[in-house]
């Protein structure tokens, strides 16, 4: 999939005003998601900076995001929601758009980044540091706990962003989790965001985008033998929801 080149002009927006503004809110709602995590424990304060900061990123992009089947978000109050990795925008969009307080899990590099870092390590997210095999599943049972505590967990698991904006092969991490805290693992599909801001770029094309959610699917009994055949049930769901929306991200 090739995106589309924005124009010289769209081109000389982005780089003086759109990614400029980008980074001062980053910057700003930085600050303000720390000095919440002073007092706010539970993290709901920092998670409500998070979403206003994604939406303000969104707006600054020109981009409007629609969520389709949104009643999949309340069939059950924890979940690992598992989506698929186009572009940076995509974190954003998801803190934007999910109605409820949730955790992310990320590469431990992320947690070096200026502002960003910070806010993950405030924040409670979680971790995970493909390394070594020990380090990822202390990483993958962090994120067990996380749901046991009664917090949904949201996570890219193609493991890193997609060169082409195709979907790429998916590690089991998200299902074992799933079923190690038998808690559904639902599916989503990201829709325009490798279009908005494809792997490698620095320019932004605004376009709508689309957050599908698919059917939760259950992890009850299973055991985490069965977490590479739930694996290909989540790319099986999340590559048909891409397939049936993926036209909409073209102008």
Known sequence: MTPTKPSPALRALTYLFLIPLGALATATFGCIS?????????GRQ??????????????????????????????????????????????????????FQFRIMAKQSL???????WYLDRSGQVPIDQ??????IAGLLRGVATLKSGLPLVLFPEGGRSEGGVLQSMLPGSAFMAI????????????????????HTYHLTPRPLKVVIGEPIPTSGLTTREAEALTQRLYAAIS????EHSSFATP
Not at 34 to 42: A, N, P, Y
């Open 240 to 243: 048909t929801m891409y397939a």
């Open 34 to 42: 720390l000095v919440c995590g002073i007092w706010d424990k539970s």
């Open 180 to 199: 190690k805290a038998q808690v559904p693992l639902v599916p989503m599909a990201l829709i325009g965001t490798y279009e908005l801001l494809p792997i």
């Open 111 to 117: 947690w070096k980044i200026p502002f960003i870092g």
């Open 46 to 99: 920092q998670h409500f900076v998070a979403h206003i900061w994604a939406r303000t990123l969104l707006h600054i992009s020109l981009s409007p995001v629609t969520l389709v089947d949104p009643h999949h978000l309340r069939a059950h109050p924890t979940a690992v929601y598992a989506s698929n990795h186009l572009s940076y925008m995509d974190t954003p969009v998801l803190f934007a758009t999910l109605p």
């Open 131 to 136: 390394k070594s095999g020990r380090s990822a």
